[in-house]
């Protein structure tokens, strides 16, 4: 249809970029004009609310004057009720001019005299049809420029910077930076093609020029607004996080896999519950070990469940809560009571737990996927179960995300400095990301290793996350790593492993916080830097397209199962088959130990010495992943990112299976044909894949094969 009077790009010049948001109030008028200005062709933010259930206006009035404000939109558009509360809202935020306007003439001279930049509209004042003249008047116009006009707009500044109190620091966190040619070769390509301003506007080219990729991107760019959007949900979490514990639930357990755990799994590590919390375990695992391991530790009638899935289809996450649902069935009235969900909008998981009578459904915005998640619903409910200052942590991302904003320079820019380190290392061969963190943030670890392992490991290329790896002198390390060091406050066992690395010329950045609750601000800082990354290595860091080979090898293997009884056979491995493979690696490789088996201390404690070894031996980097966890972590950077992995999967044998409700096979069958369904994508995409079975106890197993590694690989090699 063609653009009536007043539409359409021509009438107007130009699109713009608009910040939309209402109140409950507004709510009605604030989608069909959302509709209209895209079919206009502007580039339009959502900012909510996104139903008509009552919200305050402040919170919503806040979100579009900060996207005004930094940039993020060139104008903003609020409704509620009256239009008077958001516009005496708006206008309490350094540098928005908000005006309530309700007739054309006023629209239009808000900006040509006064160069307003929010417009605000009375949903119980206009009508829709006026609503939209009202925007399209506002939108249309232009600041005249004109001397006396320029004078005025001069003088309400005066008055605002005399009146209003400076904007908070951008944040708490410092840095130190490497140099490198490299690296400066990067944040030039960085500010030469304006990667920053281009990220903020959600422009997809930075990363594709395929249309439909594009547009897929332009779908997984929400977590962007997270800092501020999320804000909003802060009191109703905290009275859900109430309600939990003034009905006598003393644990929390969460099911969920990558992306919808592991920020979850750092804020349950790094912050005590204390008074105002609970426990929150996550449980991210198929190895029936493990799972008896957190039945047998629980008391069910007292355990609230969080099932969290962005698909809503995750194998996984759908077996755990069978079973404890069929568990909770025997022990309890009302089994729906023990659970919330955690998804996105329309997926099969929301529909289960409507039928399954869920105590309620948290439903996530459906444009930000599950590693750029951390800020959102699947970080932020576990959170406030577990007593976390959910305000605080957002204030922090805030401030990282100001100090991010379109108009810093890549020098000043606290996640493109760190995009140039990490991208252009790893374009001159240092792809070995090595992690060193303080003690208490180390959980920290987990959720940064997923997050650029999928992101960036595809197309052959990627940086390898070396988390948990203890540190060791200069000459284990060979010229393929950079060093990442987090540290809480001035922690000196961080800076004495890294100030020697430094010494002997290895790349060493440095990072601080000032206190835990800035790992809002590190969430941010490395989205940001990782999307940012994805630009300079020419990846999509939003797509994971080798993780569905996996779970359809699983889906084939438990298809055999069905039909035969049996998982397909695989021929094992040697110990003399790794030895062999050690020995004919190259530099620049890398050891990835795999174990699908019960996370116990002991069995954790032999992987870690293996992995020491050889490292000593090898000068290899090394990585631990627990299957399948790791599927959903890592497994991307093993089929898809550079073809340097020494790939050692680990399976034990299971006494006794336990078994999944409503399937014919059990845990440890799905668990086992998760470990040969990757170990058969692996070998597919010609990785360097060894299986090897433990016999007896996994922990004596593998101490028993360090031993004979230490007696078989030669000392390291120079170079």
């Given at each position: ?19 939309v ?19 206009d ?68 001279q ?28 506002f939108?249309?116009a ?21 009146e ?10 410092t ?44 779908a ?12 909003a ?55 029936p ?9 629980l ?48 997926t ?26 951390a ?12 007593g ?32 140039a ?42 940086l ?14 060979g ?12 922690d ?30 590190e ?62 690696a190259?530099p ?35 990585t ?17 990112g ?53 016999r ?13 590694l ?10």
């Open positions: 249809m063609a653009p009536g009077p007043g539409r359409g790009r021509a009438a107007r010049g130009v699109a713009v970029r608009i910040a948001a209402a109140d409950h109030a507004g709510f009605p008028l604030k989608e069909p004009l959302v509709r209209a200005l895209r079919e062709g502007h580039e339009v933010l959502d900012l909510g609310t996104s139903s008509p259930e009552p919200v305050d206006y402040p919170d919503f009035a806040r979100l579009v004057g900060l996207a005004v404000r930094e940039g993020r939109a060139d104008l903003g558009v609020l409704v509620c009720g009256s239009g008077a509360g958001v516009a005496i809202a708006a206008n309490k935020l350094r540098g928005v001019r908000a005006a309530l306007c309700h007739d054309l003439y006023t629209a239009r808000a900006r040509e005299h006064d160069d307003a930049n929010v417009l605000c509209l009375g949903a119980r004042v206009v009508t829709l049809d006026q609503a939209l003249a009202l925007t399209r008047a939108v249309g232009r600041f005249s420029g004109e001397p006396r006009h320029v004078r005025r707009l001069a003088k309400v500044r005066a008055l605002e910077a005399g209003l109190p400076a904007p908070p620091a951008v944040a708490a966190a840095a130190a930076w490497p140099e490198a040619p490299a690296i400066e070769a990067a944040r030039e390509r960085l500010e030469r093609q304006a990667v920053g301003p281009r990220l903020w506007r959600r422009d997809p080219s930075l990363w594709s020029d395929v249309d439909g990729v594009r547009a897929a991107i332009a997984r760019l929400g977590w962007l607004d997270l800092p501020e959007t999320m804000r949900r802060v009191d109703e979490l905290r009275a859900f996080a109430e309600a939990i514990r003034r009905e006598g639930f003393v644990d929390v357990v969460l099911l969920g896999m990558g992306g919808s755990s592991l920020a979850a799994e750092v804020l349950a590590r790094t912050f005590p519950p204390g008074p105002a919390g609970l426990p929150v375990t996550v449980l991210d695992t198929t190895d070990g493990a799972v008896r391991n957190a039945l047998a530790r008391k069910l009638p007292q355990t609230f469940f969080l099932v969290a899935s962005k698909s809503g289809t995750t194998t996984e996450v759908l077996a755990l809560y069978r079973f404890f649902r069929a568990a909770l069935e025997r022990q309890v009235e009302r089994p729906g009571d023990h659970f919330a969900a955690i998804t996105d909008p329309g099969p998981l929301e529909r289960l737990a409507t039928e399954g009578d869920f105590r309620c459904t948290f439903l996530n915005p459906p444009d930000v996927g599950g590693r750029f998640s800020l959102s619903l699947f970080g932020l409910v576990p959170g406030a179960l577990g976390v200052d959910l305000a605080g942590l957002l204030d922090r991302a805030a401030a990282m995300a100001r100090a991010c904003g379109p108009e810093v320079p890549v020098a000043d820019h606290p996640a493109l400095r760190l995009a380190v990490l991208g252009g290392l790893a374009e001159a061969g240092r792809d070995k990301v090595t992690l060193v963190l303080s003690t208490p943030i180390r959980a920290l670890g987990a959720w940064l290793e997923q997050l650029l392992a999928e992101s960036t490991g595809k197309r052959g290329r990627g390898v996350p070396v988390d948990g790896e203890t540190p060791g002198t200069p000459e284990v390390y010229p393929d790593r950079v060093f990442v060091g987090l540290a809480l406050g001035e000196p066992a961080v800076e004495s492993a890294l100030r020697p690395l430094a010494a002997a010329g290895h790349p060493v950045v440095r990072l601080r916080l000032a206190d835990p609750l800035d790992l809002g601000a969430f941010f800082r490395w989205e940001f830097a990782t999307a940012a990354v994805g630009a300079l290595l020419e990846i999509n860091p939003f797509d994971e397209p080798d993780v569905a080979r996996a779970k359809e090898a699983t889906q084939s293997a438990l298809a055999t199962y069905r039909e035969r009884g049996r998982l397909p056979e695989w021929p094992e491995d040697s110990v003399d088959d790794l030895v062999r493979v050690l020995g004919q190259r620049g490789d890398y050891v990835a130990l795999l174990a699908y088996l019960a996370p116990e201390p002991a069995t954790a404690a032999a992987l870690e010495a293996l992995r020491h070894l050889i490292r000593e031996r090898t000068r290899l980097a090394t631990v992943g627990w299957g399948p966890r790791y599927l959903h972590s890592t497994g991307q950077l093993h089929k898809g550079p073809p340097t992995p020494i790939l050692v999967i680990f399976t034990a044998e299971d006494a006794e299976d336990l078994p999944i409700p409503g399937e014919r096979y059990g845990f440890a069958t799905l668990e086992a044909a998760q470990a040969l369904g990757d170990l058969a994508t692996l070998r597919a995409a010609q990785r360097r894949a060894l299986w090897l079975p433990l007896g106890a996994p922990a004596a197993a593998l101490t028993a094969l360090a031993g004979t230490a007696a078989r690989l030669p000392g390291p090699r120079a170079g």
